[in-house]
């Protein structure tokens, strides 16, 4: 869940928080003291970030009631989906039937959806995918800031900008106070209400200090935390998670260990996913995927990412195009 307008608080039941918003019921964890039936709180990918007084709780929302309201139809409206198109394969309507159905569709279906090629069709896959998103999800939508705290990293990936062997890249470290200052900025000057510390694999700083710049954040900043370090031990993720780290944010790449290794040069994919799968046994938000359009990657590759992201039990999908840094 992650409306980012004020909800009001229907109950709390150990410490899951019902969360009414213009008549949508929410669940959300809260880990705030003294929560109760009434309160109005913020709310963030699952989590109760901020208790608000109900004078400004109220001001926001009869700004928003309309609007919000408004949105949604639109949204309804661009997501109707209308199957009467002529000219269609019978193989195509009979798989995009079993999508809507909710039936599982097959290995040699997905296949099959990830080589269209027409025009046509690839439109109605759109539309039905469209259509299924506000089924499950309705409209709304995550947005965080990210904060690149460093562009330094150990690991010389082929393909990225930021690799140890791009000695023409200016290096930088920002500071704990600078690090608090942006955070700050984002939550309580531009109402950013997720942010995403960022920085290369081993940037310089230790788990300790991450450890207290995430807690100094908490304190004067109402966010979710995630975290994108790379790869971690799984006692330094222990220690972010207890400063107040809810996220994390690592794509595996690709699920092929042949072409990871060599575009990861000395680097295991089992390795990546134990930080994954660590990370998900200590309670942390799980957003990983890969890339898209790798060299030598095959549609059954890219079939496998997606099943790899599935049994991941990845909160968020993140996937992307493959654009190597020249």
Not at 191 to 207: D, N, P, R, W
């Amino acid at each position: 869940m992650c409306y980012a307008i004020p909800g009001r608080v229907e109950s709390v039941n150990d410490n899951i928080a019902t969360v009414d918003y213009f008549g949508q019921r929410k669940k959300a964890i809260s880990e705030i003291e003294g929560l109760t039936r009434g309160d109005y709180i913020y709310a963030q990918g699952g989590y109760v970030i901020e208790k608000i007084p109900r004078t400004e709780a109220e001001d926001i929302l009869s700004t928003w009631k309309e609007t919000f309201f408004e949105l949604q139809e639109l949204d309804l409206r661009f997501s109707r989906l209308d199957l009467g198109e002529k000219g269609i394969s019978k193989r195509f309507g009979g798989i995009i039937d079993k999508a809507l159905e909710e039936r599982d569709l097959s290995k040699e279906d997905l296949l099959y959806l990830l080589g269209l090629k027409d025009p046509k069709e690839l439109n109605i896959l759109f539309k039905a995918a469209n259509f299924l998103r506000q089924k499950y999800h309705k409209n709304a939508c995550c947005v965080h800031g990210i904060i690149e705290i460093s562009n330094y990293c150990r690991r010389s990936c082929h393909y990225c900008g930021i690799s140890s062997a791009n000695m023409g890249l200016k290096r930088y470290r920002m500071s704990r106070q600078e690090i608090v200052d942006a955070a700050c900025e984002a939550v309580n000057g531009l109402h950013f209400k997720a942010l995403v510390l960022q920085s290369g694999e081993g940037a310089g700083y230790s788990a300790a200090e991450l450890s207290e710049i995430i807690r100094e954040i908490k304190a004067k900043a109402a966010a979710l935390i995630f975290i994108s370090f790379g790869e971690m031990p799984r006692g330094d993720l222990e220690t972010l998670f207890h400063a107040g780290a809810r996220g994390i944010l690592l794509r595996f790449e690709t699920s092929n260990p042949s072409i990871y290794e060599k575009l990861h040069p000395g680097c295991r994919l089992e390795t990546r996913l134990r930080t994954l799968r660590d990370a998900a046994g200590l309670g942390y938000l799980i957003i990983t995927g890969g890339l898209i359009g790798l060299p030598g990657q095959s549609p059954e590759d890219t079939l496998n990412d997606l099943y790899l992201t599935k049994e991941l039990d990845a909160d968020m999908f993140s996937f992307g195009p493959f654009i190597p840094h020249p």
